[in-house]
Nanobody, 120 residues
Framework: QVQLVESGGGLVQPGGSLRLSCAPSGSIWSAGAMGWYRQAPGKQRELVASITFEGTNYADSVRGRFTISRDNAANTAYLQMDSLKPEDTAVYYC???????????????WGQGTQVTVSS
């Protein structure tokens, strides 16, 4: 069964940078929209950034600091996070629209989450 595998989280000081990556664990037919979400303790999961073949979208809180990108050949999503703030601390999840087979239909897949902690 295909799963989304995330990497790149960790502990960073305020003002620092991290780069998250997310890719399917096995072969797929195609990938559509990709997105990054985050959930801080006691808060609801929120959209951070998304990317389609038409463009990108960012939450107001991260616009200008985070950059989402994708490698279509590798079906990989990235989130470059710069100028990190303590309020960016959360578990970050990737989400992808995937077609596992050509005629299998489109389904949403979620990563397992990776912790990002911004603290001095």
């Amino acid at each position: 069964q295909v799963q989304l595998v995330e990497s790149g989280g960790g502990l960073v000081q305020p003002g620092g940078s991290l780069r998250l990556s997310c890719a399917p664990s096995g072969s797929i037919w195609s990938a559509g929209a990709m997105g990054w979400y985050r959930q801080a303790p006691g808060k609801q999961r929120e959209l951070v950034a998304s990317i389609t073949f038409e463009g990108t979208n960012y939450a107001d809180s991260v616009r200008g600091r985070f950059t989402i990108s994708r490698d279509n050949a590798a079906n990989t999503a990235y989130l470059q996070m710069d100028s990190l703030k303590p309020e960016d601390t959360a578990v970050y999840y990737c989400k992808m629209e995937l077609w596992i087979t050509e005629f299998g239909g489109r389904h949403d897949y979620w990563g397992q989450g990776t912790q990002v902690t911004v603290s001095s």
